[in-house]
């Protein structure tokens, strides 16, 4: 089980997350749910460890202070203050949001990349599933990236993690900027790869109704803070949560 604890992120003088506590067991898919800076992006820094690079950055170039505080837990280990390559080899892997592939590379050269942290059979093996959750990439496997839509964009972003071997995959606001139809595909295919691949999964979205039928399990997001958690079921009987982040 990944557990986080007590997570505080200040930017400077501002309060980015405030006493969040979230948990994710072992083959579960945990969304994560909130309005535009609520913390969702904040949140899955901390976890994947890159809010350490942020915060190394910063402070060389002389821009804002980042602070961060709370535990963070994973196999038994505290993960707080463990870099971000640390953390992915033991398979926390983040799918940043907006995709960030490689433009100037091919599908396949994304792909190969993804796969630094697996051995060659591993990597073998991966790309081959890649290309079953995943049919249009093995045809598109010699295009540029920066010529694919953003749906298949997303499919490369997802696919190319999966190479890095993940045992916890966060996903970080995948469905942004894409088609209902496009949507429905790509949870579809989450909920394959957490079935068949046993991996755990928490995803963020800012609107969780394209999300809410894969999820086992969820947290709402406000002003940093986790204001309510609940199964599925637990949240849609919550008129207030159904009209403001499920839409019905």
């Known amino acids: 089980m990944l ?5 505080m992120v200040f930017y ?3 309060l980015a997350l405030n006493n969040v506590s979230v948990q994710c067991g072992e083959n579960r898919i945990v969304g994560v749910f909130g309005a535009n800076s609520a913390g969702k992006s904040t949140l899955m820094y901390a976890l994947s460890g890159i809010m350490l690079d942020i915060r190394k950055k910063e402070k060389m170039a002389g821009g804002e202070r980042i602070t961060i505080s709370g535990s963070i837990r994973y196999q038994d280990q505290e993960l707080m203050g463990m870099k971000p390559s640390r953390r992915a ?9 907006r995709r960030r592939i490689f433009k100037e590379s091919s599908v396949l050269e994304n792909l190969k990349i993804g796969g630094y942290l697996a051995t060659p059979a591993q990597a073998k093996e991966t790309l081959a599933y890649v290309f079953t959750v995943f049919p249009a990439l093995k045809k598109l496997k010699n295009r540029v990236g920066g010529f694919l839509s953003g749906g298949e964009q997303q499919m490369l972003a997802i696919g190319r993690a999966l190479m890095a071997q993940p045992k916890i995959l966060l996903l970080d606001e995948p469905l942004l900027g894409l088609s209902p139809l496009m949507q429905a595909m ?3 295919a989450t909920r394959e790869i957490r079935n068949q691949r046993r991996i755990s999964i928490i995803v963020t979205e800012q609107y969780a109704r394209p999300v809410l039928p894969i999820i086992d399990y969820a947290f709402i997001l406000e002003n940093g803070s986790a204001v309510l958690e609940g199964t599925r079921e637990e949240l849609m009987d919550n008129p207030d949560v159904r009209s403001a982040y499920f839409g019905v």
């Open 3 to 7: 557990e986080a604890s007590g997570l």
């Open 89 to 97: 080899k033991l398979g926390i892997i983040l799918c940043p949001e």
């Open 12 to 14: 400077e003088n501002m």
């Open 186 to 188: 790509l949870m579809r």
